[in-house]
């Protein structure tokens, strides 16, 4: 999530005519979530769980961490935590119903407190450069460790993949390399916008239906596919399947990027 991005949004329950500590706790939290839901970021390019799952979760988050005064670096510190529990149960705990319970419900709240650190940044009145690159390595770091993994879990539980062994060090690279050319799509995008003279990247809006189209590529599906751990052929398979989605999407994204900025760096899709 990246923090430096909108428009800082105020609550009415944390205005200077309001003292938070007399407002009432179902008051706040509402006025805090109101305010988060009139100022989202563009969903533009997002896919589908990203962009109407996740990202409502995050704002409940957000609202629940400012009630309780919660900083957006301890919402991240909190969303690591969750995150990697439920890496180190995939790669520990043999394949079957706890795996099958726990890591998708870690790596869900997770994923949503990763997107309750910025809203509630932007809610406390934008967030920093420091907040920005706390985010992000973490993000790099749980998409690394999440395929290894799952490596670790097929070396110790073949399960007949042997001649497949290899498949989620491929997938790391392929999601490895994308997580990297997208973050740094976007900040060449934004500085070029900058300096143009343009402090705000206008982007090209997407619908719906784009977000189902690129749905194989969100790391939300890819948390909730690890509810099919308590059958290892059918996770095999779906596993499988993500993994050719997102190598054929990243092989079609590249050189469009490179394209786009190389003509236009502004250009936005």
Known sequence: MTRLEGTPVRPEA?????????TPVPHEFRAALAALASAQKSSSGAPAYSRFVNRRLGRWAAAAAHVLRATPNQVTAVSALATFAGVAVLATVPAGWLPAVLVPLLLVVGYALDSADGQLARLRGGGSPAGEWLDHVI???KIAVLHLAVFASWVREPEGREAILALPLAYQVVATVAFFA???????????SVAAGSPVLVRRQTGALY??????TDYGLMCLVFVLLAWPGAFTVAYLLLFAANAAYLLLALPKWFRELRTDP????
């Open 211 to 216: 977000s189902l189209a690129v749905v194989p």
């Open 266 to 269: 502004m250009r936005t899709s």
């Open 14 to 22: 944390t205005t200077a005519s309001s003292a938070p500590s007399r």
């Open 182 to 192: 997208i973050v740094l799509t976007e900040q060449l995008r934004r500085a070029e």
């Open 139 to 141: 993000d790099a770091t």
